[in-house]
């Protein structure tokens, strides 16, 4: 009797180490599906559903961009010369003459007058026009009859025009120095513009207005005066 009750306590205490050992293996295998299906739901919520990621990082690029600061120009362009403080439609410095040698607009002054204030019965008068250099700078200008017109008018009509006029025309290219003044004259025989404006016509008396003009540069009106007979 003794005998067979330690007999059975042996396989009793075997077979509950068998069933520890199982049921420690059951918890390792169970414990290691546990840790793995964690990571793997760690990694699912890290990794963010990719429309969602691009609309994050649009509405990111237009909370934060600037559009001041946004530059897309090539090289070259006129962003880029605005940025290296260069205007690409700068003229040229206009403390020298163009590369011709030529005067610009600008640099020419044109005046009017007459040898007289005022002209009696018989006296033709006389026309001159004044060029002047108001450049720094030494220039062309062309002071020739083609490039010049004597205007007169009275009461607001053109009497007389040499643009109108059927007189020989030439070139006459001048280098004016800085502040230089030359003269054109043109004697005005009375008449009007038509065919060589030689003919003298009746006039009546009064204020007459003559404007000058080279190479389209216009003077202002010179008053004088053509008295009554």
Excluded: K
């Excluded at 020739?144 to 040499?162: D, K």
């Excluded at 004016?176 to 005005?188: C, D, N, S």
């Amino acid at each position: 009797m003794g005998s067979q009750r330690r007999r059975q306590s042996a396989e009793v205490y075997r077979r509950r180490r068998i069933l520890v050992g199982v049921l420690a293996v059951v918890l390792l295998v169970l414990a290691g599906w546990l840790t793995g299906l964690a990571m793997g739901g760690g990694q699912d919520t890290d990794e963010a559903d990719p429309q969602e990621a691009a609309e994050g990082a649009a509405a990111q690029d237009e909370a934060g961009s600037d559009p001041g600061s946004q530059n897309d120009s090539p090289p070259g362009s006129e962003d880029s010369a605005d940025a290296d403080g260069q205007d690409p439609e700068a003229e040229a410095p206009q403390d020298q003459p163009p590369e011709d040698g030529s005067c610009r607009t600008g640099d020419l002054e044109v005046r009017a007058s007459t040898g007289s204030e005022s002209y009696g019965p018989g006296y033709a008068p006389r026309l001159v026009m004044e060029v002047e250099n108001t450049a720094d700078y030494a220039c062309e200008a062309d002071l020739g009859t083609a490039e010049q017109e004597f205007l007169v008018e009275h009461a607001g009509a053109t009497v007389f025009s040499t643009a109108e006029c059927s007189v020989s025309r030439e070139s006459l290219p001048v280098q004016l120095e800085p502040g230089q003044v030359e003269q054109a004259h043109f004697t005005w025989p009375r008449s009007d513009s038509a065919e060589d404006c030689a003919e003298p016509i009746a006039l009546n008396p009064g204020s007459y207005q003559l404007t000058v003009s080279l190479s389209g540069i216009r003077s202002e009106p010179h008053d004088f005066t053509l008295n009554e007979g």
